[in-house]
């Protein structure tokens, strides 16, 4: 499959457990904020998004957290699944700059059964 | 089904010799966007679209150029490449620019020798 990153901060968690995986964004000025899923040899997979004036935001099995004072975005996914394996990107975007994504580079999800 | 489609998925060419990758979405998007991929440094913009014949640079757009004739098609020109674009490439495309989740295609790895 393709590489996304070769040193990526890795998670590694046992099926079943919770994971969070954390994002900290740069500007200040962001008020879209998405999370993506990439699998190995995949375009990035939309997961969850929420806007500025939001804190949580629940899907299913995940939930992303926003902590504007901070800067910082969280993905939680429940009851995590070997399916869940891959690499998260967090992306921020200010709205008024023609939907401009700019990604973190990523973190490596390793479930272990 | 509702797709972004890249051609082609693979590509070796050499130094200076012009090449396309094409991008088609099925779902009436108006904005498209380019992205390459590389490790350690993520996800990086490089044209965008906001709609027929509405195009402007991301951050890394030399060396590259894109055209926005019809809706669904937002080919990517590479007119005389260099080994520095070997990178691997997404096409992606949303229902508008703003809060709007982007939606990516397969990708395509580009080698220049």
């Known amino acids: 499959g393709e590489s996304v990153g070769l040193h990526l901060p890795t998670l590694s968690v046992q099926e079943g457990d919770n994971s969070i995986i954390n994002c900290a964004y740069s500007?200040?000025?962001?008020?879209?904020f998405i999370w993506y899923k990439q699998e190995s040899g995949k375009g990035p997979q939309f997961i969850i998004d929420i806007r500025s004036n939001m804190d949580k935001r629940q899907g299913q099995r995940v939930t992303v957290l926003l902590n504007k004072t901070v800067k910082h975005l969280s993905l939680q996914i429940a009851a995590t699944q070997p399916g869940d394996s891959a690499v998260y990107f967090c992306a921020e975007s200010y709205t008024g700059t023609a939907s401009k994504l700019t990604f973190g580079t990523g973190t490596r999800l390793q479930v272990t059964l | 089904e509702a797709q972004v489609t890249q051609n082609p998925r693979y590509l070796i060419t050499v130094t200076g010799k012009k090449l396309t990758v094409t991008c088609s979405q099925n779902m009436n998007h108006e904005y498209m966007s380019w992205y390459r991929q590389d490790p350690g440094l993520g996800l990086r913009q490089i044209y965008y679209?906001?709609?027929?014949?509405?195009?402007d640079k991301g951050d890394v757009p030399e060396g590259y150029k894109v055209s926005r004739k019809e809706k669904r098609n937002f080919p990517l020109i590479l007119e005389s490449p260099s080994p520095n674009q070997t990178s691997l490439y997404f096409c992606?495309?949303?229902?508008?620019?703003?809060?709007?989740?982007?939606?990516f295609g397969p990708g395509t790895r580009l080698t220049v020798t």
């Open positions: 500007n200040s000025a962001s008020d879209y």
């Open positions: 679209s906001m709609n027929v014949e509405v195009t």
């Open positions: 992606a495309s949303s229902f508008r620019a703003g809060a709007y989740e982007q939606y």
